[in-house]
């Protein structure tokens, strides 16, 4: 159990409820849109909010879920590698959707429906990755363990930056000064932006 109670340099709340309980549940609501209105929310709403939701659960997942799946998954790491391959692809695809959204020169000439399908592509090798390295992780997690887990991913989202970083480094004590400093950055330049769906939870 100790050595879930450091997430790298970050110490979870121990007042906090990880509220919807389960890693999977809190994973799993990242990749939907709130309601705009009452009855609907899509999921993966093309726009600034999902770029800032997607590249939070990246960071959160490079900050807590990969350090204990490399240290509990023993000497099989071939679903960790082939998580971080696929996320690592859906970063970059995440920074083209940012930067066409804020009219960078690099992606104007780009059509939104080619940015979206590799956005699309990219998530679909992900995801199934990503519930499969979940999935046998908790295999291995007491229910406490898998609690410290989900108030982890929480805590980190929370405090993850709101773009998408891909050239960046992810592991070590590098990832956990990068993750600082880019969730720093983003939140200035979201201020002076007025961002879209760029608000910090309470």
């Known amino acids: 159990m100790a050595e879930l109670e450091r997430w790298e340099g970050h110490f979870p709340d121990r007042g906090m409820s990880s509220r919807n309980g389960q890693i999977t549940q809190l994973i799993e609501a990242a990749y939907h849109a709130p309601p705009q209105r009452r009855g609907e929310g899509a999921p993966l709403a093309w726009g600034h909010p999902a770029v800032v939701r997607l590249s939070g659960h990246l960071a959160a997942m490079q900050r807590t ?98 773009r998408p970083h891909p050239r960046g480094p992810h592991t070590g004590w590098p990832g956990r000064v990068a993750f600082r400093l880019h969730a720093f950055w983003d939140g200035v330049l979201d201020g002076i932006d007025s961002r879209p769906g760029a608000t910090r939870p309470d």
């Open 65 to 162: 879920v990969y350090p204990v799946a490399r240290r509990r998954l023993g000497g099989d790491l071939s679903l960790l590698r082939e998580c971080r391959a696929h996320a690592r692809e859906t970063g970059w695809a995440l920074r083209l959707l940012h930067c066409h959204l804020a009219g960078d020169g690099a992606a104007a000439g780009r059509k939104p429906e080619h940015v979206h399908g590799w956005l699309e592509q990219c998530l679909a090798g992900y995801r199934p990755a990503e519930r499969a390295l979940v999935a046998r992780m908790e295999d291995r997690l007491t229910a406490g363990e898998r609690e410290q887990l989900a108030l982890g991913y929480r805590a980190a989202l929370d405090r993850a930056p709101t």
